[in-house]
């Protein structure tokens, strides 16, 4: 296949395709679970904005590990989660769609593979087409024991009772930055921690040249579709290439590295956008754009150009819709 009529697009799993956040809804299976992840994940996009050497926005996933492994959570709850998610309306129909007109899909995602894989197949997703990140958790919750793992009893106290105070960032990275970087490493604990690398950031740019090569298409044909901090790097590197990098129900860090913003709680509105894509290239993207414009208190969807514009509109927009389709999750980088 000529790479005129190949045609690929990539999506973030969580946003794009559920509304659920794993991770989130991992922690939330243990009392006071939901405080603690809020805090780390806010700890997470302390980390990743202030460019951390070694550090990916994403990386949440790894620092959990040590209270997943406290509260003894398995494999089987990851893949129960994965089983019952719910799924953006019509997210299943808009990947046959693209399927069915051509499209390579992918998926690259910062979620555990057990999540990952159990909802690819929920989707119709190929196997071979996922990126997403390695969990081993069984093999290392065998490797450690009670004594390892009993400082974190410790730390989750302290952000379990911090929830309750008034946010302070330089409290937060303190009490972190001493467990996770001082405390852990050199232990059997922060040993299992440095061998998790989610696919968040700068590694989504990894996984997707990866894929790109694959499918002898470079990155300035992909269409990429993701919503939050953890896709920013990969956002970025479409949009400047000269591909359409979509922000779907975006929070501020995504929607500024897009191209276009789509605000709905439906996933196949993304499709008219693709057509026009395809028809005009990204000038033919900016004429939809501009002949879709409705008012912002409209039902959607919205469409928003976001390279190289003021995006203040776009994200009173796509907070609102973020909110209705992701829940609890919405708050999250």
């Known amino acids: 296949m000529s790479q005129e009529s190949t045609r690929c697009i990539a999506f973030d799993m969580e946003g794009p395709l559920t509304s659920q956040d794993a991770a989130f809804e991992l922690m939330g299976l243990v009392p006071g679970g939901h405080e603690v992840f809020r805090a ?36 089987f709850h990851i893949e129960r989660l994965a089983a019952s998610a719910p799924l953006v309306k019509r997210a299943a129909e808009t990947i046959g769609q693209l399927a069915g007109e051509g499209y390579q899909v992918f998926c690259i995602t910062t979620t555990y593979e057990q999540y990952a894989q159990r909802l690819a197949q929920r989707l119709g997703l190929m196997m071979e087409r996922l990126a997403c990140t390695s969990f081993p958790l069984e093999e290392m919750a065998a490797r450690l024991t009670q004594e390892d793992i009993g400082a974190v009893a410790r730390v989750e106290l302290a952000l379990r009772q911090r929830s309750v105070q008034e946010d302070d960032d330089a409290i937060l990275q303190a009490l972190l930055d001493a467990f996770y970087w001082e405390e852990l490493p050199g232990t059997p604990l922060g040993d299992a921690v440095a061998l998790v690398k989610p696919i968040g950031g700068k590694r989504k740019v990894g996984a997707l040249a990866k894929f790109a090569m694959s499918a002898q298409l470079e990155v300035s044909r992909w269409v990429v579709v993701g919503d939050s901090i953890t896709d920013n790097a990969m956002l970025t590197s479409v949009r400047d290439a000269g591909g359409l990098a979509v922000v779907f129900n975006g929070n501020q860090y995504a929607l500024e ?36 414009a409705v008012g912002a208190e409209a039902a959607g969807p919205h469409y928003h150009w976001l390279a190289g514009v003021d995006i203040a509109e776009a994200l009173t927009v796509h907070a609102r819709f973020r909110r209705l389709v992701r829940e609890a999750a919405a708050e999250l980088g």
């Open 40 to 75: 780390i994940s806010r700890y997470d996009d302390i980390l990743a904005l202030a460019g951390r050497p070694g550090y990916e926005p994403g990386d949440t996933l790894a620092l959990i590990l040590p209270f997943l492994l406290y509260h003894r959570l398995s494999v």
């Open 257 to 292: 590295c897009g191209t276009v913003g789509v605000s709905s709680m439906a996933l196949i509105d993304i499709l008219p956008l693709l057509r026009a894509w395809e028809d005009g290239g990204l000038e033919g993207a900016r004429d939809f754009v501009s002949r879709s």
